[in-house]
Nanobody, 114 residues
């Protein structure tokens, strides 16, 4: 199983960005997926999760601004982020559990400017 994130970049505060996670190795439909983020000097924290059935869950700090989705046919998971704040700047990772262990992508950087 391999994960590869894309879509990060520099965005103005209040703006939007969509992150993508390409999933390969086994059919995506078999796995729940999560998005995490890590800012400099801070611990990695969960941002959003989506089950195999499409049920989603979010960290409290999301406050309705982000939407996680999945396209099993394309083996893709997305994180739409709106109304970005300075504190959303971080490296964002997608992750899943496979064979009893966590699999992580390499991460994609999101920078928020004023």
């Amino acid at each position: 199983v391999q994960l590869m994130e894309s879509g990060g970049g520099s965005v103005q505060a209040g703006g939007s960005v969509r992150l993508s996670c390409e999933f390969s190795g086994i059919p995506l439909k078999l796995n729940g997926m999560r998005w995490y983020r890590q800012a400099p000097g801070k611990k990695r924290e969960m941002v959003a999760a989506i089950t195999t059935g499409g049920t989603s869950d979010y960290a409290d700090f999301v406050e309705g601004r982000f939407t996680v989705s999945r396209d099993n046919a394309r083996n893709m998971v997305y994180l739409q982020m709106n109304d970005l704040k300075f504190e959303d700047a971080a490296v964002y990772y997608c992750a899943t559990v496979y064979n009893g262990g966590w699999i992580w992508g390499q991460g994609t950087q999101v920078t928020v400017s004023g």
